[in-house]
């Protein structure tokens, strides 16, 4: 279960608590909510106290990040609290976008004079696109808001997909790889990368690929890596003890012979998140992808994002999650509009100018309880409200959106700060995805 994030009366953090403590302190007046999303008190009398070790562990992806918080007690490490943090990566690209194509056609478009824009942008070196930069930001964002609410002392995150270094050796001294092992996994991403998520053969996606000797070891062919591929199990099979040549595809063993430039397993991304990672002052530990497969695979953890982070680099062995365990959903929404006016298809004004964020104390984007008590909409919606001047908001939960809920129904449970919340699915709920273990050829 997600524990609870606890402040001392100077919002010092504490150590998290069990959910039944903290109802216990809030319901004898000893603690008050600070935040609901996520779930955080403050202790009115307390001054400090014992805090156990924290690591806050992130997995970053390019549409969701999965973030854990994992305790370091006694009994051995605990997942004491997740999340999963939704990019709006994509969305800012189709903004730009549009916005780019808007001011195209206005210059294009025969009007007074404008002179022509031509090459006359400046760039610095290093900068990361802007939906890039927002995925760097948002994660940042929360490892500084847990790290604000909760005692950490490590960081955590996964880096690369595969061990480089390592791989240049096996490239080049041919180290075995061993079903199983840690070298194994960082061989299968390296393979992942390399062969392009698909079978070498008949270029399948959807289907669990296998390790398959190039020139099969009943032939003399080595473990190395340069003799390895990806195959689909059909094709592994029908290859038999063939060679990739007599197999009909001479040119796999030339593809094989090239190792994989370094710039395919660095994302500029993640570097540029290590690099204000690195720079917040904690220390920070640092996993593959390879290892994080391997250290959930060892502990028959199904596939999440929130699950990954939690087994991320070495301090990702051995950690306990509880079967009941669901994270919290956290998706990254922006804040405002800077659209003064709704247009129609030829770029006129269609609505009215924007009034102000704030209506009858409410703002788009903040989580309200509405409690309906009369007519058709009668009911409870918890979910994100989005206002209108006329006191009839429109609130979305996971459901749906409702439209024209008096802002007299509502009560505001946790104030914009740019993010959609929800609870996750749970662990023993989570779809389970058998280990794919590396299979061989004879
Ligand atoms: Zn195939």
């Not at 709006?88 to 730009?96: C, E, H, M, S, T």
């Not at 976008?97 to 090459?119: E, G, H, M």
């Not at 609505?351 to 309906?372: C, E, I, L, P, Y």
Request: glycine share 8%.
């Amino acid at each position: 279960m997600q524990r609870v994030l606890v402040l001392d009366k100077n919002k010092k953090p504490l150590m998290p608590c069990h959910p039944a403590r903290a109802r216990q302190l809030l319901t004898q007046g000893k603690a008050a909510v600070f935040r609901e999303y996520p779930f955080t008190i403050i202790l009115k009398e307390r001054d400090g106290g014992d805090v156990q070790l924290v690591t806050v562990k992130v997995d970053p992806g390019s549409k969701t990040t999965g973030i854990a918080l994992v305790a370091d007690f006694k009994r051995g490490k605990r997942l004491i609290w997740a999340g999963e943090l939704t990019h709006r990566g994509q969305q800012i690209r189709d903004k730009l976008l549009s916005r780019r194509q808007i001011r195209n056609s206005r210059r294009s478009r025969k009007t007074r004079y404008r002179a022509p824009r031509f090459l006359n942008r400046r760039r610095s070196g290093g900068k990361l696109a802007p939906s890039l930069q927002s995925r760097v930001e948002n994660t940042l964002t929360w490892v500084g808001r847990l790290s604000r609410w909760s005692a950490v002392h490590l960081l955590s995150m996964e880096l690369v997909r595969f061990d480089t270094q390592l791989m240049e050796n096996a490239e080049i001294s041919g180290v075995e790889y061993q079903q199983g092992e840690l070298a194994g996994y960082e061989v299968r991403e390296y393979l992942l990368e390399k062969w392009g998520r698909k079978c070498a053969y008949c270029h399948a996606t959807d289907t669990q690929l296998e390790i398959e000797h190039i020139t099969p070891k009943s032939r003399g062919g080595s473990n190395r890596v340069s003799n390895l591929t990806l195959a689909c199990h059909a094709c592994n099979q029908r290859k038999g003890s063939q060679t990739a040549a007599e197999f009909g595809h001479p040119n796999i063993q030339k593809q094989a012979k090239r190792p994989l430039k370094d710039a395919a397993a660095v994302n500029a991304t993640r570097w540029a998140l290590w690099r204000r990672m690195d720079a917040l002052g904690l220390p920070l530990e640092v996993g593959t992808g390879g290892r994080t497969k391997f250290n959930r695979a060892k502990q028959h953890y199904p596939k999440a994002h929130w699950i990954d982070a939690a087994c991320v680099g070495e301090s990702g062995e051995q950690v306990t999650i509880s079967p009941n365990h669901a994270p919290l959903q956290m998706k990254a929404t922006g804040h405002q509009s800077r659209q003064m006016c709704r247009v129609d298809k030829y770029g006129f004004p269609r609505t009215s100018a924007k009034q102000g964020r704030v209506h009858f104390g409410f703002q788009t984007g903040d989580m309200v309880k509405a409690v309906v008590t009369k007519g058709t909409k009668c009911g409870i919606y918890i979910g994100r409200v989005s206002v209108r001047a006329s006191g009839f908001f429109n609130i979305t939960t996971h459901t749906g959106t409702t439209q024209g809920i008096n802002y007299r129904y509502c009560t505001p449970i946790h104030k914009s700060d740019g993010y959609l919340y929800e609870k996750g699915e749970a662990l023993s709920s989570a779809t389970t995805r058998v280990a794919v273990s590396p299979r061989q050829n004879s």
